[in-house]
């Protein structure tokens, strides 16, 4: 699996949209962007994944580049509760594999 | 969507004794369920992955005759910590692979290990 750089720590006013980025400029043509957030003591949540369009549910939009070398998870009105270590994961869709989580990007949302 | 219980979700225990973790799939069946350890201020590492029915493989660095994993059925796996000693204090989490699940994998809430 491609591996992925994510800055370690963001800020993010309550309200405000949250722009998480991740690199991931080794990333094969069949691999998909995965995110996944984890509230402190609690177990990884999925959010969203996509492989090459924009892609947006009810949690979250994810926005990757043309080039796929780089994505961003877009929390659109941010809120207490979405403080959490958010990771971006690439991997081929399907396949058997454990997920390999980096150190991902601890998000504060503040008042 | 998939649900992953785990139990319990947190246990002190005395050093030399053993704690059984237990992870369950409530509403899908899981071959696969993976183990992961988490320290402080870590991200999560992969300690074994779990197949129904045959032998758990661990990941280097991970004793097996020290953690030993049971996936009995399709919708329970089980670790448990032999002698824990202090430093086997750690947060604990499995996850299943559901093949429908929209992210693949769900996780369980999570163990809180103190060993004291």
């Known amino acids: 699996d491609a591996k992925t750089t994510q800055p370690p720590s963001m800020d993010c006013a309550e309200g405000r949209a949250a722009n998480l980025p991740c690199n991931h400029s080794t990333i094969s043509g069949n691999e998909y962007v995965y995110w996944y957030r984890q509230i402190h003591s609690q177990g990884p949540q999925y959010i969203i994944h996509g492989l090459k369009n924009n892609e947006t549910n009810e949690m979250a939009s994810l926005i990757i580049t043309e080039d796929r070398k780089s994505s961003t998870l877009i929390l659109p009105h941010a809120t207490l509760r979405d403080t959490a270590v958010y990771y971006c994961i690439v991997r081929v869709d399907g396949s058997q594999g454990n997920l390999i989580f980096g150190k991902g990007t601890k998000l504060s949302v503040k008042p | 969507g998939a649900v992953v219980s785990q139990h319990p979700s947190w246990v002190i225990c005395k050093s030399g004794t053993s704690v059984k973790i237990e992870c369950r799939s409530l509403d899908f069946q899981a071959t696969t369920m993976f183990w992961y350890r988490q320290f402080p201020k870590q991200s999560l590492m992969l300690m074994a992955t779990?197949?129904?029915?045959?032998?758990?493989?661990?990941e280097q660095g991970v004793e097996k005759d020290k953690f030993l994993i049971n996936h009995a059925s399709l919708t329970l796996s089980t670790l448990t910590v032999t002698s824990a000693h202090p430093e086997d204090s750690s947060f604990y989490i499995c996850s299943a692979r559901d093949q429908w699940d929209r992210g693949g994998y769900t996780f369980g809430s999570g163990t809180r290990l103190t060993v004291v």
């Open positions: 779990s197949n129904e029915g045959s032998k758990a493989t661990y």
